[in-house]
């Protein structure tokens, strides 16, 4: 995804492309493949000389989410967040040490299916992460 499918997708939604949303964007879309903490985006836009306040991050975050421009995921209990790379459903190899994402497209649906059948569900979701180290941060264990 580019930043004009960014701003398209947020101008079809009725949101308009604020300073505050442009630096979240900017820095979400410099590091696509990791995943970002609020407080991370925080101190990348500090160091950009921009002030962000928590509140507008998790704001922003959550307009980025209602429009399906960023997956999310959680580590130690925090909410983590990245840059929609792709428009097809997908899942996520994490690095537990660098944050570190890949993205990849199989997913075992009719597997899925299957079983929520077999147990009385409707199955309307599924979210994928499989963890472990990076060639970079396996050389370090």
Do not use: W
């Not at 472990?132 to 050389?139: A, D, E, M, P, T």
């Amino acid at each position: 995804m580019n930043l004009d499918d960014v701003y398209g997708i947020l101008s079809n939604n009725g949101y308009k492309l604020t300073k505050q949303r442009k630096i979240l964007l900017d820095i979400l879309i410099k590091y696509p493949n990791l995943f970002l903490s609020a407080e991370d985006i925080q101190k990348k836009a500090e160091y950009k000389n921009f002030h962000l306040d928590l509140s507008t991050i998790y704001r922003t975050i959550n307009i980025f989410d209602n429009v399906n421009l960023i997956c999310k995921t959680q580590k130690d209990g925090s909410n983590l967040y990245k840059i929609r790379t792709t428009k097809k459903h997908h899942h996520h190899l994490i690095c537990k040490k660098c944050g570190k994402a890949v993205s990849f497209d199989f997913c075992p649906s009719d597997i899925f299916n299957h079983i929520a059948d077999k147990n009385g569900f409707v199955l309307v979701e599924d979210k994928i992460e499989l963890y472990g180290y990076c060639n970079k941060c396996s050389n370090t264990l």
